[in-house]
């Protein structure tokens, strides 16, 4: 009889097998694990500059500002020159309207088209004396005492006279007494100490007062 191969004793197992699984079990175990891409690497680099939403741009050399140039001397003048109403306030009395009507005509008909307060023109009616008086006088750069015999019987033309030697007493060229009429004698002691414009010539004195004003005016720069 043929003799019958051997079988495996019970409970024992081949030995290749075992030795390939062990085989395998040790090559995962020593293969390195696949480096995973870092997270600042893996972002591309357009993605990790922040929006122009969220982050300002700097500013070109076409958006920077340039620090403005200091005005001319000129354009100071003129705007000091509009700060107030007007360039000339005439003060007169009522009998001698028609010689302030005539020496606001010929300031305002000049080149230098200066502006000029005239009561009787420019005051507001139903104002009160004093307040439309005192707000000409502070309205105005330059005072023009026209002063008559009637200026000096009038109170309210020496009211006029006293206010406005108390907002400026010491701005030279800010009032101006045009005498006229009068001899020096009759000059009233509160002005003594400023000359005065002679009224006695061909003009009555009105190229003087009008140059007296355009000199002050060019004081304010």
Not at 61 to 75: D, I, K, N, Y
Not at 120 to 125: E, G, V
Not at 149 to 154: K, S, T
Request: charged share 20%; glycine share 6%; aromatic share 8%.
């Amino acid at each position: 009889m043929a003799s019958s191969p051997s079988l495996p004793a019970p409970g024992s197992r081949p030995k290749k097998p075992l030795g390939k699984m062990a085989d395998w079990f040790r090559q995962t175990l020593l293969k390195k694990p696949k480096k995973m891409p870092d997270s600042s690497e893996s972002v591309p680099s357009d993605a990790s500059q922040p929006t122009s939403q969220n982050s300002p741009v700097p500013p070109s050399h076409s958006s920077v500002t340039s620090p403005s140039l200091p005005p001319s001397q000129e354009s100071d003048s003129s705007s000091i020159r509009w700060s107030k109403d007007y360039d000339v306030c005439v003060c007169h009395s009522e009998e001698d309207l028609v010689a302030a009507q005539d020496l606001v005509s010929y300031l305002e008909g000049s080149t230098a088209s200066l502006r000029c307060f005239l009561q009787f023109r420019d005051a507001t009616p139903g104002g009160a004396i004093v307040s439309e008086l005192c707000q000409a006088l502070s309205s105005s750069h330059c005072r023009v005492l026209l002063i008559t015999p009637g200026f000096l019987q009038d109170p309210w033309c020496k009211y006029q006279m006293l206010q406005a030697l108390t907002d400026a007493p010491g701005a030279e060229g800010r009032t101006i007494p045009l005498l006229s009429g009068l001899s020096r004698a009759a000059y009233p002691p509160e002005l003594r100490f400023m000359y005065y414009v002679d009224g006695r010539g061909p003009d009555g004195g009105f190229h003087q007062v009008k140059e007296a004003v355009m000199r002050y005016l060019q004081t304010l720069s």
